[in-house]
């Protein structure tokens, strides 16, 4: 009997996976049909009380996105994310690492210590930060802003990724030293290719992270280096909302993100395939 002929449980169990299954895709994807459909259309369809089910959709808010000048929001944000992502890769995995060849108390000290930097309140380094950016002068900048979100990101990456290089063998680089190799060329040569699906894990960890943070960019930027989380806050009004503008500028908030996570994904999927084969 091959495992297509075998059987997959009683009826009723199949059923209540189906209905849990349809559930779930139902309480993720309905609000984002939601908030689709109301980008589509104008102020007053947008606040009609019922809702407006069926109406002729209007491009008006999509277009408002360039008028308004929101891609420069859009653009900083992406900047902001992918520099994040690069330096958190760069600083993280080489420190994780050398974490990961430490032993003894030295090794639960300082793992500790990183990891203890990212349970501070945020609030507690927001004016840190500002007033070190502002005697920069960096304010207002997406460098201030991508530095700001690498202290959060960095112990993180650390944390996952010294938990990960703790399960490669030692073996291995006592095997390559003894073919001549630095600890460098172990790193990049032996230890990435195999940790490649955790540093694509890492790296959609840390640009989800970056590109939908708020309160951070809100307090260390104004118009030269807003970005989209700020941009879609400003547009609540006191009197009144924008509704179909913040919808549409939502929907496409989404697009970089899950083209990098597609992306990234790929890698996972690369990286795991491999080692299934080796």
């Excluded at 449980?9 to 349809?22: H, I, K, Q």
């Excluded at 139902?26 to 984002?32: C, E, G, H, Q, S």
């Excluded at 060329?185 to 960890?205: C, D, E, G, H, N």
């Amino acid at each position: 009997m091959t495992a297509a002929d075998e059987p997959k449980g009683p009826l009723s169990v199949r059923l209540a996976r189906g209905l849990f299954t349809l559930f779930a895709l139902a309480f993720v994807l309905l609000p984002i049909a939601w908030l689709a459909l109301g980008s589509l259309k104008t102020r007053n369809e947008a606040l009609a009380l019922p809702p407006q089910l069926f109406f002729t959709p209007s491009f008006e808010a999509y277009t408002a996105i360039v008028s308004k000048g929101f891609l420069g929001a859009f653009g900083n944000s992406l900047t902001i994310a992918l520099t994040n992502v690069v330096l958190t890769l760069l600083l993280g995995t080489p420190a994780a690492f050398a974490l990961a060849r430490m032993s003894g108390k030295v090794q639960d000290n300082l793992s500790f210590w990183v990891i203890s930097i990212r349970m501070a309140p945020l609030f507690s380094v927001i004016l840190p930060l500002y007033v070190l950016f502002k005697g920069l002068g960096l304010l207002d900048t997406k460098i201030a802003v991508s530095l700001a979100h690498l202290t959060l990101t960095l112990p993180l990456a650390v944390w996952m990724l010294l938990t990960y290089f703790r399960s490669i063998p030692e073996e291995l680089d006592q095997a390559a030293m003894l073919d001549g190799a630095s600890h460098l060329q172990i790193l990049t040569k032996i230890v990435v290719p195999i940790a490649r699906p955790m540093l694509a894990s890492v790296a959609i960890v840390v640009f989800i992270f970056s590109w939908n943070e708020f309160l951070l960019a809100f307090i260390l930027t104004a118009r030269g280096a807003q970005t989209v989380p700020v941009a879609v806050a400003s547009l609540a009004g006191t009197m009144s909302f924008d509704w179909p503008l913040i919808a549409a500028v939502s929907i496409c908030s989404m697009i970089p993100a899950l083209i990098f996570v597609g992306f990234a994904q790929r890698h996972i999927v690369a990286g795991l395939a491999s080692g299934a084969v080796k």
